[in-house]
């Protein structure tokens, strides 16, 4: 069983036809089904079903494809990782987070990157939460992760780089009353202020001890909050709070300029990380280093 035999596996279970993955493999026809023939030779048992239109996995296929795809994963990873650890230019770096962490706080670490490595590509992997995040790093997926500290138990034991905090800010309607600091200039609102207030929640809510962040807090507060939007994206559920939607919750660095935010008292603030399954090598300890001096502290 060679690891060409996997990836002709996965393409074909990937495109749904000998036919379209042998133009992507850019191979013959025969070549490809004489390929994975030997394949299931090895494995004892077909591992596809041909069909007329197409073809399905089989049980045995099912049960193969998630170990074929991280140890294709992982063969790609550890040239990667050879070839950042060498200096090698025309490489690539694969990075993974959450979408909040993707479009607030990376573009400018990217733009820094491509000015000092301009001969190595990134590649970004997003997703929507961070038990995504953490599950597609264990599988493989990148060659670093950026965001919060891995939770849950992980057969993975995580190398882990603090880089900078986060404060996690709320956004208001523009000209509410609680964004006037007053004469004294307060700049923070109790989070009890937000009680009766109307809250978007967003599908990319941190949990903590099992619930709901905002719902432990407001808890904790003396208040249950009311929810009147719900949404997928941070981005999305920032601006709906910006049109006067409700209140919502965010890290400063997915709240643009142009939107009204105020800290809370006391801050809710939480470290940031790169993490990853090996040490930082190569191309890798250098995004590593650049994101400290790059984002926000």
């Known amino acids: 069983m060679s690891l060409r035999q996997m990836e002709y596996f996965l393409t074909v279970v990937e495109s749904g036809s000998f036919t379209r993955a042998a133009e992507t493999l850019h191979v013959t026809q025969s070549a490809l089904s004489h390929q994975l023939k030997a394949l299931e030779r090895h494995v004892g048992g077909d591992l596809v079903e041909r069909m007329p239109r197409g073809v399905r996995l089989t049980a045995m296929g099912r049960a193969f494809l998630p170990h074929a795809e991280r140890a294709v994963r992982s063969a790609f990873q550890a040239e990667r990782a050879a070839r950042a650890a060498a200096g090698a230019e025309g490489g690539e770096l694969h990075i993974a987070a959450v979408h909040a962490v993707a479009s607030g706080l990376l573009p400018p670490v990217f733009a820094a990157w491509r000015r000092a490595h301009p001969g190595v590509e990134l590649v970004l992997h997003e997703y929507a939460r961070d038990e995504d995040l953490v599950d597609a790093m264990e599988r493989g997926v990148a060659d670093l992760a950026v965001g919060h500290r891995p939770a849950g138990r992980s057969a993975v034991e995580w190398v882990l780089r603090e880089f900078a905090e986060e404060e996690v800010l709320v956004v208001l309607p523009p000209a509410d009353p609680l964004t006037d600091p007053g004469p004294a200039g307060r700049g923070r609102?109790?989070?009890a202020e937000l009680a009766g207030r109307d809250w978007i929640r967003c599908a990319m809510e941190p949990v903590v001890d099992g619930r709901p962040?905002?719902?432990?807090?407001?808890?904790?507060?003396?208040?249950?909050?009311?929810?009147?939007?719900?949404?997928?994206h941070t981005s999305t559920a920032v601006r709906m709070a910006a049109a006067g939607a409700g209140v919502v919750a965010a890290p400063a660095y997915a709240i643009p300029p142009d939107c009204t935010a105020v800290a809370v008292d006391p801050a809710w603030r939480?470290?940031?990380?790169?993490?990853?399954?090996?040490?930082f090598?190569?191309?890798?300890?250098h995004f590593v280093?650049?994101?400290?001096?790059?984002?926000?502290?």
Do not use: N, Q, Y
Not at 213 to 230: H, K, N, S, Y
Not at 289 to 297: A, E, I, K, R
């Open 189 to 191: 609102i109790a989070l």
């Open 213 to 232: 962040f905002i719902d432990l807090a407001c808890e904790r507060a003396g208040f249950v909050p009311r929810t009147a939007v719900r949404t997928e």
């Open 270 to 279: 939480r470290p940031l990380f790169a993490f990853s399954r090996v040490p």
């Open 281 to 285: 090598a190569g191309a890798a300890r």
């Open 289 to 297: 280093d650049l994101l400290s001096t790059t984002s926000p502290s």
